[in-house]
């Protein structure tokens, strides 16, 4: 099991960027891919970008490409999510996912995720 704590959610304004990030540990972290994924009020969670921890290879939802990175630094078991551009619909709680061992992360399934945070609430006003 992993364990997963999101930090860095905050209040901004359109346009602006903020920096999510995501501390990890257990025995598994490194082993299998990560991801993040946001849920609006009233809305399903989604995928927002995963990275492939054999490669690095990223996938983004197509709401956020070019806007958001996802990046992770192995040496200290840390997730990011860069956001820059950011929009109001943007806001959501973000929520860091790990353990995903399905031949098919990429598509960001939320059951194909075995260990979550509790989520980071970022909020973008016009």
């Known amino acids: 099991q992993v364990q997963l704590v999101e930090s860095g959610g905050d209040s901004v304004q359109a346009g602006g960027s903020l920096r999510l990030s995501c501390a990890a540990s257990?025995?598994?972290?490194?082993?299998?891919?990560v991801a993040w994924f946001r849920q609006a009020p009233g809305k399903e969670r989604e995928g927002v970008a995963l990275i492939y921890t054999n490669n690095g290879v990223t996938y983004y939802a197509d709401s956020v490409k070019d806007r958001f990175t996802i990046s992770r630094d192995n040496a200290n078991n840390t997730l990011y999510l860069q956001m820059n551009n950011l929009k109001p619909e943007d806001t959501a709680m973000y929520y860091c996912?790990?353990?995903?061992?399905?031949?098919?992360?990429?598509?960001?399934?939320?059951?194909?995720?075995?260990?979550w945070g509790q989520g980071t609430q970022v909020t973008v006003s016009s």
């Open positions: 257990g025995p598994t972290y490194g082993t299998y891919h």
């Open positions: 996912a790990a353990d995903c061992r399905s031949g098919r992360c990429y598509r960001m399934v939320q059951s194909d995720f075995r260990s």
